[in-house]
């Protein structure tokens, strides 16, 4: 059974980059099968999706609404993917979830990490 | 993008009656919906996939129906551990994948 969990920076000074990993255990990240994505959730607030990579070929989806900021990587050797979000504000600010996909929905969640833009 | 709205924005109900959280997408999207839970601290978990079908580990008292644009989840008996936020989120037309606001389940 696959799980999750994410790791990084609680902390980020306002136009510096967000810098997250996913670590992938219960299964190979190199699957075929899967998609591996972030979620973020602002403070009291509802979900975003930020983007997802298919570790099979690389290919990035992002939302619109953030993709010229955002770059995402996997690294198959230690079974794990990233998320670089460039030029954050306090906007960015938010609890950020890593979650898998073979068919759309997400399943499983890490458990998510909270990430604060402060100087 | 595809809006998905969900209402109401807080439900008040009582351990053991019915629950009906209802969630509209702004275009059909088919049947490529699916529910979350969420709980305080805890990451979102996966009730509904394809917009009726329960996913792994999931008591029979959710269920989920629904096509289009018009889609609801129900809780046939709610039990404690049911009160959490239900979020729905679409996934025929991506990027982006959206979610609904959320409806919050409360106890009366």
């Known amino acids: 059974q696959l799980q999750l969990q994410e790791s990084g920076p609680g902390l980020v000074k306002p136009s510096e980059t967000l ?3 996913c670590t992938v255990s219960g299964g190979s990240i190199s699957s075929g099968t899967y998609y591996w994505g972030w979620i973020r959730q602002s403070p009291g607030k509802g979900l975003e999706w930020i983007a997802s990579i298919y570790s099979y070929n690389g290919n990035t989806f992002s939302n619109p609404s953030i993709k010229s900021r955002v770059s995402m990587s996997v690294d198959s050797s230690k079974n794990q993917f990233s998320l670089r979000l460039r030029s954050v504000t306090a906007a960015d600010t938010a609890v950020y979830y890593c979650a898998t996909t073979t068919d ?6 890490g458990q998510g990490i909270l990430v604060t833009v402060s100087s | 993008e595809i809006v998905m709205t969900q209402s109401p924005g807080t439900l008040s109900v009582s351990p053991g009656e019915r629950a009906t959280l209802s969630c509209r997408a702004s275009q059909s999207i088919g049947s490529d919906l699916a529910w979350y839970q969420q709980k305080p601290g805890q990451a979102p ?15 029979a008292r959710f269920s989920g129906s629904g096509s289009g644009t018009e889609f609801t989840l129900a809780i046939s008996s709610v039990q404690s551990e049911d009160f959490a936020v239900y ?5 025929n037309n991506w990027p982006p994948y959206t979610f609904g606001q959320g409806t919050k389940l409360e106890i009366k």
């Open chain 1, 19 to 21: 810098s997250l990993t």
């Open chain 1, 104 to 109: 759309n929905w997400f399943d499983p969640w």
């Open chain 2, 45 to 59: 978990r996966l009730l509904i996939y394809g917009a009726s079908f329960r996913a792994t580990g999931i008591p």
């Open chain 2, 87 to 91: 979020y729905c989120q679409q996934y």
